[in-house]
């Protein structure tokens, strides 16, 4: 019973900005690393950035500079916000989160349906 939810995909103009959310709900006892990765038409998905639990965070490199990936612990979300946007970053945004549920000894990987983002003029 866990989901991960994305909102804020939009179109928007090249050099504009965007801000992307996840929450994840359901029986969950504790999330682990939680990240964004992209997936453009005819493409395959690819990383774009993670943060771990203590707040370290790691980009791919073609938006480093741009993007800033953040969480907030106390209500399960994550947040990606995208400056200088380009054309070459248009894709589905999907949302993953390694996540250890209610009474279970393990952690695994969970995502969200994804969200769209379009860069156009």
């Known amino acids: 019973q866990v989901q991960l939810v994305e909102s804020g995909g939009d179109l928007v103009e090249p050099g504009g900005s965007l801000g992307l959310s996840c929450r994840a709900s359901g029986d969950i006892f504790s999330i682990d690393a939680m990240g964004w990765y992209h997936q453009a038409p005819g493409k395959q998905r690819e990383l774009v950035a993670t943060?771990?639990?203590?707040?370290?965070?790691n980009y791919a490199d073609s938006v480093k500079g741009r993007f800033t990936i953040s969480r907030d612990n106390a209500k399960n979300t994550v947040y990606l916000q995208m400056n200088s946007l380009k054309p070459e970053d248009t894709a589905a945004y999907y949302c993953?989160?390694?996540?250890?549920?209610?009474?279970?000894?393990?952690?695994?990987?969970?995502w969200g349906k994804g969200t769209l983002v379009t860069v156009s003029s």
């Open positions: 993953n989160a390694r996540i250890q549920r209610i009474g279970s000894p393990i952690y695994q990987n969970y």
């Open positions: 943060i771990d639990s203590g707040g370290i965070m």
